[in-house]
């Protein structure tokens, strides 16, 4: 498994944009799907974006298509996530997850290691 750690969450206007970091340990990062969740106050974690070990494939769920873009930098063990038109539905605490499937995929039982999340507020 591998350790994560996210970073980059805060408070933004409506509109506006945030770009999230996580930051994985070990030498087997570059092997694993990543995602990224998100669980809005009250509610269940949901799916947000994955992208495969080499960064050619991706999936998004259907609210953020279009607005928030997730990519990899293997060299330096990191995924991030690049959100733009925010709205105040974004609201969440924001997860970075690995997974050893070969594709991206939005089932969070397919991830074992998962970061300690960090938080997104957008004002409106």
Known sequence: QVQLVESGGGLVQAGGS?????????????????????????????????????????????????????????????????MNSLKSDDTAVYYCAASPLIIPTMADAAFHSWGQGTQVTVSS
């Open 18 to 82: 945030l770009r999230l970091s996580c930051a994985g340990t070990g030498r087997t990062f570059s092997t694993y799907t990543m995602g990224w969740f998100r669980q809005p106050p009250g509610l269940e974690r949901e799916f947000g974006a994955s992208i495969n070990w080499s960064g050619s494939s991706t999936k998004y769920e259907d609210s953020v298509k279009g607005r928030f873009t997730i990519s990899r930098d293997n060299a330096k063990n990191t995924v991030y996530l690049q």
